[in-house]
């Protein structure tokens, strides 16, 4: 009997892929798992095994991963110590439970050494871990998902801003829609050819912030302007409207669910080219090609950023 096991399916990403999955495998070969029980409710109404799966106790992850075919390893929505030692719980207990295979949802040009973002520590890290284990892998290396920015720009609209300001100067990302990214996610737990893959998983096209900007003002018919700052300039900016530096801080005031440290240094990141990877992997994965932004706007309400759901 085929086990498939999907952690995190209460995420906004892990319930795409919840979605996604079901179309591809039949749900007698589905495991979801979740933090809280309250979340794995309508899976059950619809005949799929839940558990709920604790990341902070091994023994526990152990018993949910038992001689798995596949385990889906969302990255954790919270950064630094906490989240690396979440994701060495679970490929420990994966090695432990004799999982034949794990799949992890990294980021773009994860593995450089010079790679600016405050996140890829995390992400590095534990692809680091899982190379050096027994387990077969398949990482997912993810562009920026355009929902953080689609959501931006109409915070910036409703706030009748005339200016968005960012640190990502001429640089150009290969914006992808998280909807993409989870169904590209969902094709890889289908999937049994591939082994020890690192696969980039890019959107349609590269482009500059301002590119995003002019392609948002067509389908909306506003004409936002775009303000390159500096790192400092953008942190002070972030902290004048409240934006928490770090996932410990209080979003609850914050118009942006999102973390300044990690935005900045993201947009160091786009400025310095390490998101502009020209290689995608997304199509020979999925057998489609990506949505493009315009078509995002076309439906915007589809692909907004969503609440956190953060839990340690």
Known sequence: MVKIV?????GNFGSQVAKCVQELLPKEALLFTAPREE????????GISTVVADFNSQENLVKVFENADKVLLISMPF?????????????EACVKANVKQIIYTSVLSASHPFNPSIENIDHSYTEAIIQNSPLD?????????????????LRAVNAKETTISKNMGDGR????????????ASCALANDLLHREILNINGLEPLSYQDFLDIANEATGNSITYTKLTDDELYAYFDSIGVPRDTNGDFSKSPIQATSEGMVSFGTTVTQGFLDVPVSDFVKLTARKPFSLAEMFENVNNYLLGDRHTVE
């Open 79 to 91: 950064v630094g110590e906490n989240r690396r030692k979440a994701h060495q719980n679970v490929v």
């Open 137 to 153: 892998y398949i990482f997912l290396r993810n562009s920026l998902f355009a929902e953080a920015f689609i959501s931006d720009y």
């Open 39 to 46: 979340a794995l409710k309508s899976y059950q109404e619809r």
């Open 6 to 10: 999907v952690n995190g399916v209460d």
């Open 173 to 184: 990302v290969w914006f992808i829609s998280r909807r993409d990214a989870a169904f590209a």
